[in-house]
Every structure is written in structure tokens, then in C-alpha cells.
């Protein structure tokens, strides 16, 4: 059983939006240190963006304002990534996971993460 469920996936087109959300089952995401990842057809798991135990957000994919945002809401155990402006290099599988209790920081390497969610997919597209 997924402890963290993936949803909001969905075909959009190039320069539309979608937020997808990441929902963790029987513990507090208030305690670790989360991250959003994607994996394209043939292409390795990339970090996108992560926010650490401090309430720092990291962003590793698109250094354009904006375009990828990260936002955690406690009273909901969830977090969001935030996607505007879609392109279709952005079609991936995307998964949220969680580092091991007691890690403070940010990594975007996905051997860095414990759990993970199942993904959900993102395709963008004309």
C-alpha cells in the first residue's frame, strides 16, 4: 500500500496549467524533507523541486519563475507542485517522495528518498 498518493495528472495543452498533489497516509509530511520527481520515456527519475524541513524550496529543472512551485499545505498533509506554462519536454510520470526521518535538507537525487508514490502521469501536448 502507497504511503504517499500521487493525483492531478492529466493531457493538457503546451502553455496550460495542472497542480498536482501528493497526500502522505499515516504520517506527518510536517517531519521530512519532500520532493517532486519526474521520468520521462527513456530518460532517468530528475528532481524537479523540493522543500526542506526549514521551509526552503529548491528548484532543479527550470530556473524560470514561476513555471514550477512547490507548496505545502499541513492542515491537509499535502504537498503541491504547482506547474504553469506546460511544454511538451514536460511529459513525464511525476512522483513526490520522502527523505528518511531526521533530514533537514534538500537533494535531487532520487536515492536520496525513501518512499515514494506511484506517479501520475503528465502529458503535454498539441
Known amino acids: 500500500q502507497w504511503r504517499l498518493v500521487e493525483s492531478g495528472g492529466g493531457f493538457v495543452q503546451p502553455g496550460e496549467s495542472l497542480r498536482l498533489s501528493c497526500t502522505a497516509k499515516g504520517y506527518s509530511l510536517r517531519n521530512y524533507v519532500i520532493g517532486w520527481f519526474r521520468q520521462a520515456p527513456g530518460k532517468e527519475r530528475e528532481g524537479v523541486s523540493c522543500?526542506?524541513?526549514?521551509?526552503?524550496?529548491?528548484l532543479y529543472v527550470d530556473a524560470v519563475p514561476g513555471r514550477f512551485t512547490i507548496v505545502k499545505d499541513n492542515s491537509l498533509n499535502t504537498v503541491y507542485l504547482e506547474m504553469n506554462r506546460l511544454e511538451p519536454d514536460d511529459t513525464a510520470v511525476y512522483y513526490c517522495a520522502t527523505q528518511s526521518l531526521g533530514y533537514w535538507d534538500c537533494s535531487g537525487l532520487p536515492r536520496d528518498y525513501v518512499d515514494w508514490g506511484q506517479g501520475t502521469q503528465v502529458t503535454v501536448s498539441s
Open positions: 522543500l526542506s524541513r526549514k521551509g526552503l524550496t529548491t
